[in-house]
Nanobody
């Protein structure tokens, strides 16, 4: 499975960005996709994830501001980010997981999101 993330950039506080993660390869085995982020000096943390059935989960810090969605026809997961804050600045990574049978996880290359105050 290959993951291609895009959509990062520089935005002012209060602004919006949409990240995209396009998956290719043996994606039929994947049942969870998510976005993580890592700021300098911090551990990588979950931002949001979505299951094949459409169930979503969000970090408390982004609830009400970010929305994760998926387009199965395009094998793409999106993260719509709104009301951005400087503390949202981080490298954002896409992750795909198979949580049934043998656990497997795939990571995409990160995309930088910078929010200026």
């Amino acid at each position: 499975v290959q993951l291609q993330a895009s959509g990062g950039g520089l935005v002012q506080a209060g602004g919006s960005l949409r990240l995209s993660c396009a998956a290719s390869g043996f994606i039929s085995a994947i049942n969870v996709m998510g976005w993580y982020r890592q700021a300098p000096g911090n551990q990588r943390e979950l931002v949001a994830q979505i299951t094949r059935e459409g169930s979503t989960d969000y970090a408390d810090s982004v609830k009400g501001r970010f929305t994760i969605s998926r387009d199965d026809a395009k094998n793409t997961v999106y993260l719509q980010m709104g009301s951005l804050r400087p503390e949202d600045t981080a490298v954002y990574y896409c992750k795909a997981e198979r949580t049934t049978a043998t656990y497997i996880a795939y990571w995409g290359k990160g995309t930088q999101v910078t929010v200026s105050s």
